[in-house]
């Protein structure tokens, strides 16, 4: 058993030469709960879609619990929960479950009790033998994420899993993932709402307009700037940073008491953050608090995005230089 | 397979057209029974005794029953498989059962079975129902005169019918949308029937140019071709040349070969390949 449960090269999945996702090289390890971020439209949807085979990728490769996708044995154990859910309407959410099961291979006892579990665990208890079309959007999108795991799989893709749900039920959704992430289980979480994946996932990859801009470990990620809080007695001489470029990239006032100032200082790295305290220390100031600020998923989100924007604009002026 | 056999089975049960269409089937089948109680009744009366117009009147009422049953098992069979793969891919539905360690083959051989089954239930029952309908009520005038190897032999290929309008169904709806598909069969199931009555016509006034059309069209869409080899061997009327006098427009006078039996088989085994194939090559 590899430690890579999704690895794709150069994936490529295009609808006449436009939208879709382009060249896409991924790994996901095994036993996280991996964000897959990106604005609408940016092509997540698609990129999944072709992983289940649902769509065929236009060039690259890609496996799956070290199969090739598109293949029976990448689905062998694998959940999914697309965006766009819809179920025929004319099952109860338990033949529903039913169905899927036995598709999956699960024996008849085994079956009914796996049913009965999920249906209590996605908070449809008593509702299970009631028709699809009775239900409503957020009772629908509880029973797709039922199916997902039906067949106890390895692998659980959920596209916009909480987008009909209210408050509770996307609470419950985060502490499901986390759940399976401790049960040894990979989520692949497809979403536009950061704050969800900030707040579950380990792994992240950022994709715009179909390319992929930045992946990896989501504390390595975040780590794009180096930015402290620091609350130091007031200059004499105005500007405490002034003769400091070495060291701090950027400098703001956040705000001003007594004889205390703070101020968020950007720097190099975090490396510098105790060279920033000594050269301090030796001009006599006084530092009455430091604090490292942790990134948030927006301010990384955007910082890839624009640096994205930012090379692509340079390759055009190139191009048309 | 089984399982998608089994979701397509109870699919068609759940839809009301098929509640309607079964209490529709039974007001047909007693509307039947009861216009041959009393045209035997009438018939009895009058003490017509002449054998061909005899011969006339009961294939004739017969072949009737027998082609309206054909003509709704054949709308039946259209509306249930035209729609069954395109519309699950226009609505998102077919996603999270093709996620599933399931082959896009398998996915089809499933609907096709399971819409079979069906299917051939309910053909068997009605071509039963009418066969049973005109030995009851028939009397001595209407009855048609036939064995039960006769009878057996007519309903396997009166079965053929809605399992090549399946077939073709779920080719249709591997490469197009509901709506298209939907229309090219009935353009199609159209082209077959009146292209049988032209290839009769053709026969009985002696025109090549009119079978060949006939013949054309039954190879384009052979439905036709399977209810006049059915009629043959119901009425036990191969190379008789007063079949058609006898049973009118129903009859078959250009009878269809064995060899055409053959090439519907093979017709039906190659359109569903193409249907698996081409399922297993789209994006859905």
Known sequence: MTDTIIQTWNLTKQYDGKAGCREITLQVPRGVVFGFLGPNGAGKSTFVRTMMGLIHPTSGRAEMLGAPIGTIESRQSVGYLPELFRYPDWLTGTQLL?????????????????CNDLIELVGLYGRGDEKIRGYSKGMQQRIGIACALVSDPQLVFFDEPTSALDPIGRKQVRELMR??????????????LLSEVEDVCDHVAIIHKGEMVA???????SAVKTQVEITVGSSPGGNPWADTSALVRESERLSATGERETWLITLADEDSIPDLVHLLSARGLSIYGVTQRQQRLEDVF????????????VDHRQNVV | MWTIAKMSFREILSKRIFLITIFMTIAFLLLYGTATFYAAKEAGENGMQDVLEQSFFSTQLLGMGLYFSSFIVSLLAILSSVSSISSEIESHQIDTWLARPLSRSSFVMGKFIGQSMLMLVYAAVLFVGIILLNQWLGGTFLRVDVSMGQVVKALSVFLLQPLI??????????LMSTI?????????????FIGGFIEQLGAAMGKVALQNIGIVSSLLFPIDSLFRKMTVYLFDSADDPFSFAAQGIFGSLSTPSNMMLAYIAVYG?????????????RDV
């Open chain 1, 215 to 221: 992946q990896g470990e989501w504390r390595k990620l």
């Open chain 1, 179 to 192: 759940e399976l992430r401790n049960q040894g289980k990979t989520v692949f979480l497809n979403s536009h």
């Open chain 2, 180 to 192: 298209n598909g939907g229309i090219v069969l009935i353009i199609l199931y159209g082209i077959g």
């Open chain 1, 98 to 114: 039913e169905s899927h099961a036995e598709l999956c291979g699960l024996g008849r006892s085994e079956r009914k009790k796996r």
């Open chain 2, 269 to 281: 085994l190659v359109a569903l390949g193409l249907a698996m194939r081409n399922f297993s090559t």
């Open chain 2, 165 to 174: 309008i399946i077939i073709i169904g779920l080719l249709l709806s591997s």
């Open chain 1, 302 to 313: 955007f910082h890839y995005i624009s640096q994205k924007e930012a090379w692509a604009h």
